[in-house]
Nanobody, 125 residues
Framework: QVQLVESGGGSVQAGGSLRLSCAVSGDTYRRGCLAWFRQHPGKEREAVAHINTATGVTVYADSVKGRFTISQDNAKITVFLQMNSLKPEDTAGYYC??????????????????WGQGAQVTVSS
């Protein structure tokens, strides 16, 4: 069983920065690929960024490329999402998700077996 716990959400003005953290515990093998999703009210979850914790390879949605950075600590027990140049449209609930690497699309929420409880990010104009 894998457990994911997010922290670091909050409110910021447009142009500001926030960093989200996802603390990972549980089966080391099963937590191989981790991603951040976000969900706007009334909409489906949208993939934001993905990291393969074994190789360090990262992928980003076009909407955040160049502004957001996903990373992990050396012990591979925490995954971060550094969000810079935030825009009001980045306002959403942000969720950490985990899956086994090697199959499926990184951007599909249905591919993930494990989810955190979410962290709210609010960007004001």
């Amino acid at each position: 069983q894998v457990q994911l716990v997010e922290s670091g959400g909050g409110s910021v003005q447009a142009g500001g920065s926030l960093r989200l953290s996802c603390a990972v515990s549980g089966d080391t093998y099963r937590r191989g690929c981790l991603a951040w999703f976000r969900q706007h009210p009334g909409k489906e979850r949208e993939a934001v960024a993905h990291i393969n914790t074994a190789t360090g390879v990262t992928v980003y949605a076009d909407s955040v490329k160049g502004r957001f950075t996903i990373s992990q600590d050396n012990a591979k027990i925490t995954v971060f999402l550094q969000m810079n140049s935030l825009k009001p449209e980045d306002t959403a609930g942000y969720y950490c998700a985990g899956r086994r690497c090697g199959s499926g699309s990184w951007s599909l929420a249905g591919e993930y077996n494990y989810w955190g409880q979410g962290a709210q990010v609010t960007v004001s104009s």
